[in-house]
């Protein structure tokens, strides 16, 4: 990605009078104009590129020899056609800032064509770090630093590294602008720039809790970087409460929030859940109008039937802080019943009674349309021979069993989550009756 702006020149012979300037961030591909005009100049011997001093590219379509050359031997490349002979540079680097030229050869020198074009390229780079350091150069970005004494002097270094050109660097300390010493160095092989401020502040009460914060501006940049630190009088958390609402419906994502109150620095949340549920949380942190935070962490979940019933824990902990606080809940999870029949099989003579039971496990157990299968055809319990509960564990009861009653018996349940039936079933045999019994005549024993 590049951007190209034109400005005008003076026009000299044999220089073409628009110079491009092309800007471009590392990582991008640009290609630097060179018109070639061969209608009307004829064709030409040789053109070469050159940065700076330094040349870069040449090309001689009579020798057949186009080859990249110093910095770009291996990023460079040009792309001829009958009117140019651009040359694409990528990827770019920081270091490839300053002003190319291309200078072409014609065979016929005679034509008073155009043999020189002028291309500034600017390479901008946000800065890559942005670092606050202690008076004993530690890293102590976006942490709590203190708590420190009433009237102490202490000292802070912001650093950003890795940009071009230098950025706007400053300080706010609470809503107060405040001034630091700064200093520019350049690493002459990369190209980067890194800016260092130095900044003293005299630490008073009113300071406790207020946020200590570098702000970088620099021309590619939408938004200003924050390097951000907090002075600090450091007090515990003191409540930690899981919001209500710890009811939910299984396949169904559903959401907690636990809120701790009254903790500075600003605590972790972290969210103990049973080991099978993952989970994703967002968190928040609002300063109270006593310097203390107030942390909000929404931690969303599928749960599944499993989790009914399940404890979840949410802590709250700071730096301060030995033991974290502790908000517990009950999971109350609705999902669709569970229906087995216990599968087997039970053989009874006919005019007697046979009894089934179809086990349920579902939330709420209010169950309705509860359905008994015979060989897959929905029974007619309204029939006489039929009886049937409907209670949290369901029975059909058949009596007298017939001949007919024999095959596999399911049975399915639902209530307001869903409707499921049990993948088992249970086989019932139902033997004749004996009419009569007849013993032969003439049958002697020994």
Known sequence: MHFLFLFLTAAVQGVLAEVEEVIAKPGDDILLSCPVNTEACGDFHSLK????????????????????????????????????????????????EGEYRC?????????????????????????????????????????????YAEGSEVAFSCQSGGGKPEPAMSWMFGQEIVEGETTVSEDTET?????????????????????LTCIVE????????????????????SSVSIAAGVSGQAGVEMSLTCTAIGGRPAPAVLWIMPDTVQFQVEESSSLLD????????????????????????????????????????ELIIEYAPQVNVKEGNT????????????????????????????????????????EWENTATPSLSISPAQPGDAGEYSCSAGNKVGQARSPLTFRLLVTAAVNSVTIQDGLTGN
């Open 191 to 211: 190209g980067s720039v890194t800016v260092t401020s130095q900044l003293v502040v005299r630490v008073d009460r009113e300071h406790s809790g207020a946020a």
């Open 49 to 96: 590129w050159y940065r700076e001093d330094s040349r870069v590219y040449v090309y001689s379509p009579l020798a057949q020899f186009s080859n990249g050359e110093g910095v770009l031997v291996d990023r460079g490349t040009l792309i001829v056609t009958n009117t140019s002979a651009d040359l694409k540079i990528f990827p770019v680097e920081l270091r490839d």
């Open 218 to 237: 620099h021309e590619i940049l939408d938004e200003p970087l924050n390097a951000q630190i907090q002075v600090d009088v450091n007090v515990p958390v």
């Open 347 to 386: 053989t009874i003579a006919a005019g007697d009674e046979a009894t089934i039971e179809c086990e349920v496990d579902a939330n709420p157990d209010e169950l309705s349309n509860v359905q008994w299968f015979h060989n897959d055809i929905a029974l007619d319990v309204n029939e006489d021979r039929f």
């Open 103 to 147: 200078e072409i050869t014609y065979l016929d020198i005679s034509n008073n064509c155009p043999v020189v074009h002028f291309t500034d390229v600017r390479t901008v780079a946000a800065p890559e770090s942005l670092t606050i350091v202690d008076s004993n150069a530690e890293d102590i970005t976006g942490q709590v630093v203190g708590p």
């Open 290 to 329: 006593d310097e203390t935070f107030e942390s909000v962490s929404k931690m969303m979940f599928t749960p599944s039937s499993e989790e009914n019933a399940k404890e979840v824990s949410c802590q709250a902990i700071n730096d301060i802080m030995d033991e974290s606080l502790e908000d517990k809940a």
